[in-house]
Nanobody
């Protein structure tokens, strides 16, 4: 059974930082491309960051949605089956439930619900 478990969410003031973690089991993590996806209540599943496998032909690929570029950093620790998202200079619009996910379908910046494997999500609250 594939399991993804996020941790590290919480409340922070605007301009602050939070680091999210996601531990993965049930699949060979080094071969898994991973995503961080967030959802504001009532809105869609926005993929904020993507990281390919380290063994990808041509080297690892990392992508961010424009709104988080320069503020968020996605990384992975294949030895410990863990995915990270370092979020700096948080803004009120970053407040959302954050999910780690794999094998997702995300045409454009938004992902299709019900496709792939997802964690249970962790809430990030940003106060101004």
């Amino acid at each position: 059974e594939v399991k993804l478990l996020e941790s590290g969410g919480g409340s922070v003031q605007a301009g602050g930082s939070i680091k999210l973690s996601c531990t993965v089991s049930g699949l060979y993590f080094p071969n898994a491309a991973m995503s961080w996806v967030r959802q504001v209540r009532g809105k869609g599943l926005e993929r904020v960051a993507f990281i390919s496998t380290a063994i990808r032909t041509g080297g690892m690929r990392i992508d961010y949605v424009d709104s988080v570029k320069g503020r968020f950093t996605i990384s992975r620790d294949d030895a410990n089956n863990t995915l990270y998202l370092q979020m700096n200079n948080l803004k009120s619009e970053d407040a959302a439930v954050y999910y780690c996910a794999t094998r997702v379908d995300c045409p454009g910046d938004y992902c299709t619900a019900g496709v792939g494997y997802w964690g249970q999500g962790t809430q990030v609250t940003v106060s101004s």
